[in-house]
Each structure stands twice: as C-alpha cells, then as structure tokens.
DNA sequence: TAAGGCATGTAAGACGTTACATGATTAC
DNA sequence: GTAATCATGTAACGTCTTACATGCCTTA
C-alpha cells in the first residue's frame, strides 16, 4: 500500500466510517464529524482534528464527498454531503470487506497480555486478573447503559452494534471469570456481576 | 505522544508483545520473532521485517533487551534476549496498562459496518449478513482448533488466549444469529453451525 | 556451480496522534 | 470589552506497511 499507486477504490475504515457518518447522517462539518467519534464508545479513534479534517478533504479530492459553503454568523464553514460515487464507495466497502477481510479473530488487548502472563508472579496474575475483572464489570454496565440508549424502533443498526458490544464485553467478563476459577480454584463462576 | 520528548517507559503494544515473546522463549533472532507474528492466529501485525527489525534495534537502545553475536555457518547473526531492565518493564506494561486502558470496549469492524448497513438495500444487508455468518463460522472453527493445539498443561496462558478467541468468536456469531433473526424474523435461533 | 529459498535488512510512504495556532462567537 | 470556548485548521512526528535489495547457504 505505499510503493505503489494507491487503489483508488481503497478505504481505511476511518475514511469508511466518516463516509457512512455523513450518509447516514446527512450535511456534516467537520466539526460535527468529530464529535461523533469523540463521543462514540469505541475507542478505536480519537476523533482528533488532526484526522478529520485533513480526511474529509480527501474523501472531496476523491468526489466522495461534496462540500458547500455555508456561514454561521461571519465564519466561514463547510458542509460536506456524501456524492452518488460516495454512496457506491460506501456500499461497495460494506459489501467487499467481509470475505477477505481479516476479521476473523479480533484484537483483545487482555488476550495479549494473558500470552506473557507466565512472567509475572503467582500474586501479580491474581492482581491482574482481578483488575481485569474490574475494568470488565464496569464497561459491561456501560454496555448495558449504551443498549438502553439506543433502542431498536430508533435505528435498528445502531441497536444491533450497542448489542454487539455488549454480547463481546459479557464474552470477555466470562472469560476472565474462566481464568481466575481455572488459576484459583474458586467457586464464584457464573456469579458474574 | 509526538511533540514531546517521548516517555522512555511508554511502550506500543507490538514492542510490549516483541519484548514478551523474547522474554518467554528465550534468545531468538529477528528472523523467529517475525515467524512467530507470522504464524500467530491474530492478524492484528503483519510481522513484516520492516516492523520488526528496526523495532529490535529500538528496544537494544533502552537496554531492554540485549544481542549477542552469534553466527549459523559465516552468516553473522543476533540473538536478542531480555535484560532485567526489560523484565521490569514487561512487568509493568502487564500490570499497569490495564487500569487505564482504552481496551474497555475493543473494536469489532463488523460493528462499525453494521452502524452504516442502512446504507444498503434490504437485499444487500441479507447478503451482508450471511456472508459475514459464513465467515464466523470458519472462524469458529479455525479457533476450536487453535484451541485444541494449546492444552492447557503446555502451556497455561496460552490456553487461555485460545479460550479468549473462541468465546470472542462464538459471541460474534451469536450476535449475527441474533441480528439475522430480528432483521428477517427466521427461526433459526440457536442452529449455529 | 547454479538455483532457490533463507535470513537480514532498507526505502518510501500512508495514516493517525498530540500539540500548537488562530479567528469567531458567546457570556459575563 | 475581556475571557472562555467554539470551530477550523496546521505542524511535527512515530509507527507500521508494502515492496525492494542483497548476500549466505543448501541441494541437486
């Protein structure tokens, strides 16, 4: 992907995600852009302008994205709306990615770390799987908050992605209760929180 | 993390990972290093030499680990193994890098997908979802075997990372099952493969 | 002794990050 | 009218990726 002239029809998820924010979402700045990512749960991007903005200027040079200028008061501003191109962009990435993508096992910073646990003393595997179960049992009451907040008859996709959050974080809160029983010996599997 | 001088203890999660493998399998070149990445079920590197190698060099530089020339025939030849100092320091990113993770909730790009799936028609988002059900369940699969090929006795937390990418596998293929179902009303709950 | 692949790298570049810069707007 | 915050950017940089380069070393 760098000695080479870039595919035009390539897409980094950000690119992707932005594109499907401005579809879905209609006439964006880039401003409204980045507050969606800042506030969105997942912490795979930090919003930060330093990406967006050069970013949405991309997606225009590629005529993914159109931009208007509108005005508040005297400051200039830009209104990015998703083109034709950009909505065949869009359903192709939706559409393409799946089958070779390498999805297949995602990232877990916990399994990871739980490959080299064996450098840690006996003591210090228990503190971090109870740290762990911690960090765990709040983002699963996060989750659960975040599935409240985003009811079905609302918007369906936005439903199923809060569920997908929350079937995953239960997943890795059985895990570690798996973990700690099978170090430990102790009885509280399926106590759960 | 850019402008400033960087923290010498701040630790990306390749060179925590390239640091953990040295310190739990002993001295190893470059070359078995990227093997190892190469081989690993987690796609999450590529374990590419130009990863790699300078990544070595970087962590010789903090003295966390340490290279010894050896040499197969006249071909020279390092061998990298961990230092106290790169103990310690594996030791603290095991430890300390949980609390205020950004790992509470951890990316899933069938999630993200699934925000704009509006985008499609109803026909695609059908299509979307088997294919991705199709997916899975080779997924699943794969990590079953994975599983079987880690026992526990051998070696413990590796085990553990193998339970950890199945159960994350069966939750996301629970999750399509449960989508499909809500979207198209079928009555296959519960089939899976 | 030539071919192929093993092993060790380097080169160029894309992407996203943090930190800084700057004018407009609002609140007091 | 001054301070804070909104909104839009730019600057510098680190990490990782793909593609290329290059010698060693085995095997036929």
Redesign the interface.
């Known amino acids: 992907m760098a000695r080479q002239k870039k595919d035009k029809t390539a897409t980094t998820?950000l690119e992707?995600?932005v594109l499907?924010?401005v579809?879905?979402d209609g006439p964006c700045t880039p401003y409204t852009i980045r507050q969606h990512f800042l506030e969105s749960?997942?912490?795979?991007w930090s919003g930060s302008a330093g990406a967006i903005y050069p970013l949405v200027r991309r997606l225009e040079t590629r005529k993914l994205v159109r931009s208007t200028a509108g005005a508040r008061g005297r400051r200039s501003q830009r209104n990015y709306r998703i083109t034709r191109r950009g909505?065949t962009a869009?359903?192709r990435w939706?559409?393409s990615?799946?089958?070779q993508?390498?999805?297949?096992?995602?990232?877990?910073?916990?399994?990871?770390?739980?490959?080299?646990?064996?450098?840690?003393p006996r003591g210090?595997v228990l503190?971090?799987v109870s740290?762990?179960l911690g960090?765990?049992r709040?983002?699963l009451h996060?989750?659960q908050q975040d599935l409240k907040e985003s009811p079905?008859p609302k918007?369906?996709?936005?439903h199923?992605?809060a569920?997908?959050?929350l079937?995953?974080?239960?997943?890795?809160l059985?895990?570690l209760v798996?973990?700690r029983a099978?170090?430990f010996g102790d009885s509280d599997v399926g106590k759960g929180t």
Chains 1, 2 share one sequence.
Not at 167 to 172: G, I, K, M, P, Q
């Open positions: 998820e992707a995600a499907g924010v579809g879905r749960p997942s912490p795979r909505r869009l359903n939706l559409l990615s799946i089958a993508s390498n999805a297949t096992l995602i990232d877990d910073p916990l399994r990871t770390r739980m490959l080299f646990l064996g450098a840690l210090q503190t971090f740290d762990a960090v765990m709040r983002a996060q989750a079905a918007d369906p996709f936005a199923f992605a569920r997908n959050a079937l995953l974080t239960r997943a890795r059985k895990w798996e973990v099978a170090q």
